[in-house]
Each structure stands twice: as structure tokens, then as C-alpha cells.
């Protein structure tokens, strides 16, 4: 059955993207499943799951052999470095893939670390998660300062006249998130990255959180790294690093002696993960054709149909301009259900919602909320909901340094509900009265 409510509120097609991802039909104690869990890992479209299986069934093979499955492997990887370079708008050489984040963090934490020592300064945020924390503070060990920017506590937004003020002469890096995985808030990263340069440090950006909500340009940014996780996009379990090309040059990466010193696969340890490579590359088309589709809701096969009939409206020329148009059409949808979400949180008794409220400012969050709520912890909140059939999240998802400050961390920290594009409102709407049914019961 259609989703009643896409023409109301977006371009969208909402029966057709929920029909891309098998999970979602899902039936958990009788309720539908709804997955509200996306911060944590989103769900994944069909395509992946069909491009994982079937490079298993077909080419599983290591990668530089003189055979054909691993000559397949080489050009399926090249292929995956290219689409993801569209997602991220940059070239292939300039993408690493890794097993996550976190350990593409600390690699590159470690080469960067090599050339500093006392007297070096490194500036991280408290509103960061701890993947983007933890790696960097390390370099004490070799005598670097560690500063950290302050976030302000009314709305967690960062405090950016505290980050100004910790960038100096002495800063060699400023790392800093796209978006908080926790309450949401979305930083101004462009005036970080240019604050940074204007120190002469490196610009290091944790997209993880950001990604499935906003499109990244690290072109237009100008940073020097980012990183994400495509498991947060709609793809499989791995990560993906950024950088300019000339610092994959210059940097000497900690390796193995055989493997190649060409870029950017000196960066990449051991056998990397290729069946899930396969599936970045069918999450990337899965954007694509979300795209393609909200310029002329059509099918590809229909819209050339119809642009030989003179139908169509123009489409996208390139895959980045199709992902751009896809972020365009996402974006008020998730807004639409964020307002819906948070003015249905604020009216239950006892809650309190932690991040930017004010409707006005949503430019500046996404669509993830935590909250707490007088007399429940969030763990009894979480599994009551997941009873229920609702996804959400309990604890601190690791943005260790937010809820210490916060001083909710030996509280059980947050009930975190955060939103997908393939979330509906009617699904945010059965939320809210489970919620505020299991508070009154
Ligand atoms: C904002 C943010 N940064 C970093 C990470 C770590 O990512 P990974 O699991 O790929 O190491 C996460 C994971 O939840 C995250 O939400």
C-alpha cells in the first residue's frame, strides 16, 4: 500500500524506498518493526545485500592475481573508490577504505602523530564521540597538548569562541564532528576548517554522523581529512578516509613492507573487507537512483522512456549531481518528522530534550534527539519501546565526554531516537504514543 502521507510533505517516494530495504517489513512481538536506531547502523537496501552475496558466489578473490577473479576484485574495488568519491566529491586516489572509523582514525592519528612532540597542540571538542577523541589524545604519550573545546550546555551547540580561542600558533590539527551522534547538533565545520588553516593546522572531520543526513563536499569544505562509516549510510559494516591527496604522499603510514607505496592503497591494511567494498558500491547506486528518481519519479529504464518521448524533466548528469538531488529531496522529509518528533517529545510529562528545540534553528541539528525522562532510566525506556517494536538507543553511544559533562553518564545517559529517510511519520507519530504510554502507565 502506498505511504499516505509523501505527497504531503516531500518529494519523496516513500513506497518505493522502504520496499528497497527487506528489513523493514520485519514483525517483532506482533508490532512492525520501526527502526529508530539509524545512528547506531542503518538498515540496508536490497542491492546491497544482493552485491555482498553474489561477489561471495562470484569473484571472492584476493586482490593483484593474474586470474580472473581477482582481476574482477581489482576493477570492483577501483569501482567502489569511485563512487564513493562522487559521495564525498573528490577522486578516487583520495579514498581509504578501512574495517571502521575508529581504526582509520587511529592509523592516520598515528602517522600524523609521528612528526609531532612537545610543544605541538592538537585541538579536539566534549561534543565529539570518542572515536574522534581517544585517537588524538594518545599523542600524549609523545608529549603533545591536548585541548578541547567546550560545547555550551543550554543547546549543545560547540562553543565556538572556546575552539577560536584554543586554536593557536602552536595547533598542528583541529579534529572536530560533522554532527553530534548523541543530541544531533550539526557544527559549523567549514569556519572550523577555516580557522584551522588560518592557524596553518590540519582540518580532520568525523562525517560519520552527518552522512546519511546531509551532503558532504569536501571540496567546498576545503578540509584536509574526513572520515565516515558507510554502516551509517545504508551500506555494510566499513569505514572511509578522505584526505587530500598530498598528504596521503607526504604522511608515512605505519605498513607492512610489501605492500605497494602507491596511494591510496599504502594505507590500507591487510585484506580489506572486499565483499562489503562490493556493497559500497551498490550503496552508492542505491543514492544514485534515490535521485534519479526524485527529479522525474521515474524508474531509470522508464525515464529513458520517457526523455526519448521528451517527457522527462532534465535528470541529473552525473552521479554526484543524482546524490545531490537526493540529499535535497531527503532533507525536508527528515526535517517534517524531526519538528513532528521533537513538538511530540516536549509535550510528555517529565522529558527533557537535550540540543536545539527552537524549530527555527533546525538548520543547525539533524534528525537525532536524546532525551530523558523523570523516574525512568533510559534503559528501561529503550527496552519497554523495543518490546514494543521501537529501535532506539540507551547509554552514551560512546560521546563519552557529552554526558560526563551533561552528568547524566552515571544516570544511564540518554534514550537516543534518531530518524532515517526511510522513516515515516506515521511511524513517529506510533512512537510518541508508546512513549507517552509506557511514562503514564
Ligand atoms: C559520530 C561518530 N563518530 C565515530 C563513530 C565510530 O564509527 P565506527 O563504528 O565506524 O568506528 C561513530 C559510531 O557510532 C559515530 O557515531
Redesign the pocket.
Known amino acids: 500500500m502506498p505511504i499516505a502521507e509523501q505527497a504531503s510533505s516531500t518529494s519523496l517516494d516513500l513506497t518505493w524506498i522502504r520496499s528497497q530495504f527487506p528489513s523493514l517489513a520485519q514483525i517483532v512481538n506482533g508490532h512492525p518493526a520501526t527502526f529508530l536506531d539509524g ?2 547502523g542503518t538498515q540496508v537496501p536490497r542491492r546491497v545485500i544482493d552485491a555482498i552475496s553474489d561477489y561471495l558466489a562470484q569473484d571472492n578473490a584476493n586482490t593483484g592475481g593474474a586470474y580472473h577473479t581477482s582481476r574482477n576484485t581489482d576493477r570492483m574495488i577501483a569501482e567502489a573508490r569511485a563512487a564513493i568519491g562522487d559521495f564525498l566529491n573528490c577522486d578516487a586516489d583520495e579514498i581509504v577504505f578501512g574495517a ?4 582509520l582514525t587511529y592509523a592516520m592519528s598515528r602517522a600524523i602523530g609521528r612528526d609531532l612532540g612537545p610543544g605541538d597542540e592538537i585541538v579536539l571538542t566534549l561534543l565529539d ?1 570518542d ?2 577523541f581517544s585517537p588524538w589524545k594518545a599523542l600524549e604519550e609523545k608529549g603533545v597538548t591536548i585541548r578541547a573545546a567546550k560545547f555550551n550546555p543550554a543547546d549543545c551547540t560547540l562553543d565556538m569562541h572556546d575552539l577560536a580561542r584554543q586554536i593557536t600558533s602552536h595547533t598542528r590539527l583541529v579534529a572536530v ?1 560533522y554532527a553530534s ?1 548523541a543530541v544531533g547538533t550539526i557544527n559549523n565545520v567549514k569556519e572550523v576548517v577555516r580557522l584551522a588553516r588560518q592557524a596553518g593546522a590540519l582540518s580532520y572531520i ?1 562525517a ?2 552527518y552522512a546519511p543526513h546531509g551532503l558532504i563536499d569536501v571540496r567546498a569544505l576545503d578540509c584536509d581529512f574526513l572520515v565516515c ?1 558507510t554502516y ?1 549510510f545504508f551500506g555494510p559494516h566499513m ?1 572511509v578516509l578522505y584526505s587530500k591527496r598530498e598528504h596521503l604522499k607526504r604522511l608515512r603510514p605505519y605498513k607492512v613492507r610489501p605492500n605497494t607505496n602507491n596511494i591510496p592503497q599504502c594505507w590500507e591494511w591487510g585484506t580489506l573487507n572486499h565483499e562489503c567494498i562490493a556493497g559500497i558500491k551498490a550503496c552508492v547506486d542505491y543514492w544514485e537512483e534515490l535521485g534519479r528518481r526524485v527529479e522525474t519519479g521515474l524508474a531509470p529504464s522508464e525515464r529513458r522512456q520517457a526523455e526519448c518521448e521528451g517527457r522527462a524533466k532534465p535528470s541529473a548528469a552525473t552521479r554526484r549531481e543524482a546524490i545531490v538531488a537526493a540529499h535535497q529531496a531527503i532533507h525536508p522529509h527528515e526535517r517534517a518528522m524531526t519538528e513532528k518528533l521533537i513538538a511530540g517529545l516536549l509535550a510528555i510529562p517529565g522529558l527533557k530534550l537535550y540540543g536545539i528545540s527552537d524549530p527555527r534553528r533546525f538548520d543547525h541539528r539533524c534528525a537525532t534527539t536524546v532525551v530523558r525522562i523523570e523516574g525512568h532510566t533510559p534503559l528501561e525506556l529503550a527496552t519497554k519501546l523495543g518490546e514494543r517494536g521501537f529501535f532506539t538507543w540507551d547509554g552514551n ?2 560521546a563519552l565526554n557529552l554526558t560526563e559533562q551533561l552528568d547524566v553518564e552515571r544516570l544511564g545517559g540518554f534514550l537516543r531516537i534518531g530518524l532515517a529517510h526511510y522513516n515515516t511519520m506515521e511511524e513517529v507519530e506510533r512512537m510518541l504514543g508508546a512513549l507517552r504510554e509506557i511514562v503514564t502507565l
Do not use: L, R
Open positions: 545512528p547506531g571502521n572509523m575508529t581504526s564521540h572515536a574522534n564532528g551522534n568525523d560519520v554522523h562509516s551509517k569505514g553511544y560512546y
